[in-house]
T-cell receptor, first 114, second 113 residues
């Protein structure tokens, strides 16, 4: 089955700095790569996603890049703010046509300090 | 607001005592998923429904069952909870699947005494 590795496990940045989280996946058939933000006591919330036919996607301060050849994808957050502090999960999915079965990375705890 | 609702938010049960967790959605999505998330770990897919079609993950223990009586509701039944089943249980929905966004509920935290 699919295996997703995520690094780093913890990341501390100062407010205004950039944060980068990296993930690798094992199954070349994976074709959908979402990123989720999970705050304490809440369910994960999608922040950005990318499909295998796209190399980069940006939404305001958040961007994701995908390298299919190397089987890795990264999340970039610029101009970090204290409210960005949370656990971030990458995921990979082999869409079956009837369901998106996500395999999650192990998570990155991001702490944005003032 | 359309959303995914899970009840209860916190559930305490005794070792071996059956427990049922509930999920409802107002999104009218076709697919509903159940994930188990243990402390400081990633969510792990247990099973999902596409409409009434049930799809079990190969490594989901037999102790875990699910029911989906209609589009809006889905239940997770744990027949004989063990201490290792203590976790956050997350329900999620998506429209057709494949590349569609999954919307997660807030989760039910299960404690087994």
């Amino acid at each position: 089955g699919e295996n997703v590795e995520q690094h780093p496990s913890t990341l501390s940045v100062q407010e205004g700095d950039s944060a980068v989280i990296k993930c690798t996946y094992s199954d070349s058939a994976s074709n959908y790569f979402p990123w989720y933000k999970q705050e304490l006591g809440k369910g994960p919330q999608l922040i950005i996603d990318i499909r295998s036919n796209v190399g980069e996607k940006k939404d305001q301060r958040i961007a994701v890049t995908l390298n299919k050849t190397a089987k890795h994808f990264s999340l970039h957050i610029t101009e970090t703010q204290p409210e960005d502090s949370a656990v971030y999960f990458c995921a990979a999915s082999i869409g079956t046509g009837t369901a998106s079965k996500l395999t999650f990375g192990t998570g990155t705890r991001l702490q944005v300090t003032l | 607001d359309a959303m995914v609702i899970q009840n209860p938010r916190y559930q305490v049960t005794q070792f071996g005592k059956p427990v049922t967790l509930s999920c409802s959605q107002t999104l009218n999505h076709n697919v509903m998923y159940w994930y188990q998330q243990k402390s400081s770990q990633a969510p792990k897919l247990l099973f999902h429904y596409y409409d009434k079609d049930f799809n079990n993950e190969a490594d989901t223990p037999d102790n875990f069952q699910s029911r989906r009586p209609n589009t809006s509701f889905c239940f997770l039944d744990i027949r004989s909870p063990g201490l290792g089943d203590a976790a956050m249980y997350l329900c999620a929905t998506s429209r057709r699947g494949r590349w569609d966004e999954q919307f997660f509920g807030p989760g039910t935290r299960l404690t087994v005494l």
